[in-house]
């Protein structure tokens, strides 16, 4: 029946299966809505679009696939069970519209008239496109009589108002940052250590079990500590310059590291990383923390994740004073060493696809720095990075 | 039985059609939108509406599905066996019954809230895949399937803190409940507060959505917090011609602690008008 438009959804990258469909379909056999066009749009809405993201794109294909509804040939109009046209009209006409309606001889003369009217107007203007009333006071009009919503007539002069799916409400709905978070969340979900600390709030079996036996069968419960995930993150993100064209995809892993891990800190650097780095992106200038107070304040036991695209001239790296953006007494390749020193997993993921790494020498020279270990900020990069912050001689190949 | 809101809650044409296919086609309404839109409220309402007993089940971040199907109270069981008591035979008595099970059991359709479910952990939607399709489990201990007399009316709500799974949704209706417009918004606020100034209404809502047009939010204002900042206006005796020729570039409103909940943005709001002081 919806086939082609269950299609469309489809192929237009909406991730719809035959179980929505059949769901829709499910729900006109039961008589879910009543048979209006509103009504109809509501339920397609309701069991094939399983995410906001998707309301918009719906919108827009909804309203391109159902064109043409509202001018449905006459012949098929004629099918229509007069009932549909007439069911709970009455209530929605003002006593005006009543009184006219009186005037023209009731409702069934005036169903009369207009199958009369339909068979005329089809002889004299086959095809034509404006059949009946497109003026303001005919009550087959485009706009208004029929709240079922079954306009007779095209796209006249007079259009009714706007449909809901040409609101586009949902237009805002596409960009939010959460969206799309849940594989890299999996990915980062393999970096759990799990580890017994704090309170003993939950029943240790085993050892309860041994107690009780060498108790002499009293009872003797013993209790260990929850299992929680300790694992430390430190993420170091590249921001600005060349970083804007990533922002989204960082903006991802950010949001959902942040959810992953309980103990995660998060700091800012320029390109490469030197004396300082910054929380707040909007007072990097007013309020930055340096470098040395970070190696200071975080255990050896951290994995760090550097964030960047790595593309910048080499002297930046390589060079006292080759920062871009202020003087650096030191060059980052020695803070970059200090953070080697100290922290024994680092990671370097990088949203510039490998492929293009051997073109820009800054990459290549990071990516030996860390030892092959830099990655794609890719699912599959992610996943691998993951690994590796674990187990020390994975590499990127 | 038809649900369209109620004398208390204003539902929009397509919240109602979304609720009535999926009580009728009896699958879970997964329902999201922004906080303080009336998800939960939904829920509350269509049990009412119904005519119907609600079970609620409120998400944490520590809850399982194995909670919401029942529990083993092993413990219990291993104290009762010391004590010698005649409960111990029979392992029915240490079964706790989950609020699914509960409304499983219901000789009654109810209404079942599963609140929340965003916070659980990333794999709960998919631990209760079967149990929402099927509506029912097998409890192991008892050696026996557990069936739903009565399909519960199960609705759903997120805040999107996580993404449920494809699986998941495929088996839900889904409907997103959108900030309401203007028109929509008077009728809530009337349904709370029936006999409010209708200056005071309409001056406040200037207000309240000038706030929710500011860019850079972090938070902001939603339909409760509208209608908690109409009801401190009204405990506070504001009158109308206070409101009426308010510039929200100039100074903050009476209450803003209602409308604005997080101190980033009530700086923001602060520098904004600032910066407009200063500038005269």
């Not at chain 1, 269950?6 to 008589?31: A, C, M, Q, R, T």
């Not at chain 1, 509103?38 to 809405?45: A, Q, S, V």
Request: aromatic content about 10%.
């Amino acid at each position: 029946m919806f086939l082609d438009f269950f299609l469309l959804l489809k192929n237009d990258g909406i991730p719809v299966s035959l179980k929505e469909y059949l769901d829709l379909l499910e729900g006109l056999e039961k008589g879910v809505v009543e048979y209006n066009v509103e009504d109809f749009y509501f339920l397609c809405k309701a069991s094939m679009v399983k995410h906001e993201q998707h309301l918009d794109r719906f919108d827009v294909l909804f309203g391109k696939y159902f064109e043409g509804l509202e001018t449905i040939n006459t012949e098929e109009f004629m099918k229509i069970p007069e009932e549909w046209l007439r069911r709970e009209k009455m209530k929605m006409l003002t006593e005006e519209e009543k009184a006219l309606i009186k005037k023209m001889g009731g409702l069934d003369k005036l169903m009369e008239r207009l199958k009369q009217l339909m068979k005329e107007q089809k002889e004299r203007h086959e095809g034509g496109n404006r059949w009946i009333g497109t003026g303001g006071t005919s009550p087959f009009g485009n706009s208004g009589y029929n709240p079922e919503g079954i306009r007779i007539g095209g796209e006249g002069g007079n259009r009714s108002a706007m449909k809901v799916w040409e609101k586009r409400q949902y237009k805002n709905l596409d960009d939010a940052v959460e969206l799309d978070t849940r594989n890299m969340k999996m990915a980062l979900r393999r970096l759990r250590a799990l580890t017994r600390e704090g309170l003993p709030d939950e029943l240790d079996l085993d050892k309860t079990i041994r107690k009780t036996s060498e108790n002499a069968g009293y009872l003797d419960l013993q209790m260990v500590p929850q299992k929680r995930n300790n694992i430390k993150v430190l993420l170091l993100l590249d921001i600005g310059g060349s970083m804007d064209d990533h922002i989204e995809i960082c903006a991802r892993l950010f949001s959902a590291a942040k959810y992953e891990f309980k103990h995660i800190e998060s700091f800012y650097f320029h390109n490469c990383l030197y004396e300082s780095v910054w929380k707040d992106n909007v007072r990097r200038w007013s309020e930055s923390t340096p470098t040395l107070e970070v190696l200071h304040t975080y255990n050896s036991d951290y994995k760090v994740i550097f964030v960047g695209d790595a593309s910048m001239g080499t002297y930046e790296i390589t060079h006292a004073g080759g920062s871009v953006e202020h003087w650096n007494d030191e060059p980052g390749l020695v803070w970059l060493r200090r953070m080697k020193d100290h922290f024994k997993d680092m990671v370097w993921l990088n949203p510039i696809p490998p492929e293009y790494w051997d073109f820009t020498p800054s990459i290549g020279l990071l990516k030996k720095e860390f030892q092959n270990k830099m990655f794609p900020l890719t699912l599959a990069g992610l996943d691998d990075a993951v690994k590796a912050l674990k187990n020390r001689k994975k590499k990127w190949d | 039985m038809e649900f369209k809101g109620t004398q208390d809650y204003v539902a929009s044409r397509d919240l109602a059609v979304a609720v009535n296919a999926s009580v009728r086609l009896q699958r879970p309404l997964l329902v999201k939108g922004e906080p303080g839109t009336g998800k939960t409220m939904l829920a509350f309402e269509v049990a009412k509406a119904l005519g119907k007993k609600i079970i609620t089940w409120h998400i944490k971040s520590t809850t399982t599905a194995q909670q919401g199907l029942y529990e083993y109270d092993a413990v219990s069981r291993l104290r009762d066996s010391q004590l010698g008591s005649e409960k111990v035979h029979d392992i029915a008595n240490y079964i706790v019954k989950g609020k699914l099970w509960e409304a499983f059991d219901s000789d009654e359709q109810v209404v079942l809230l599963i609140d929340e479910i965003d916070k659980a952990d990333i794999e709960f939607p998919n631990d209760l895949l079967l149990e929402l399709d099927k509506m029912e489990f097998y409890c192991y201990e008892l050696q026996k399937t557990v069936q739903a007399k009565q399909r519960p009316i199960v609705i759903i709500t997120s805040n999107n803190e996580k993404e449920l799974p494809d699986a998941f949704l495929r088996r839900c209706f889904f409907h997103f409940i959108a900030f309401p417009d203007r028109e929509i918004l008077r009728q809530i606020v009337e349904v709370h507060y029936p006999d409010l100034e209708t200056r005071l209404m309409e001056s406040s809502m200037d207000i309240f959505y000038e706030i929710r047009k500011m860019p850079g939010l972090k938070k902001r204002p939603s339909t409760s917090e509208l209608v908690d900042w109409i009801k401190l206006l009204v405990i506070g005796q504001i009158a109308a011609e206070e409101l009426a020729g308010f510039n929200l570039k100039e100074e903050l409103p009476p209450y803003a602690g209602a409308l604005i909940k997080n101190e980033q943005d009530f700086g923001l709001l602060q520098r904004l008008s600032a910066a407009q002081k200063r500038f005269r």
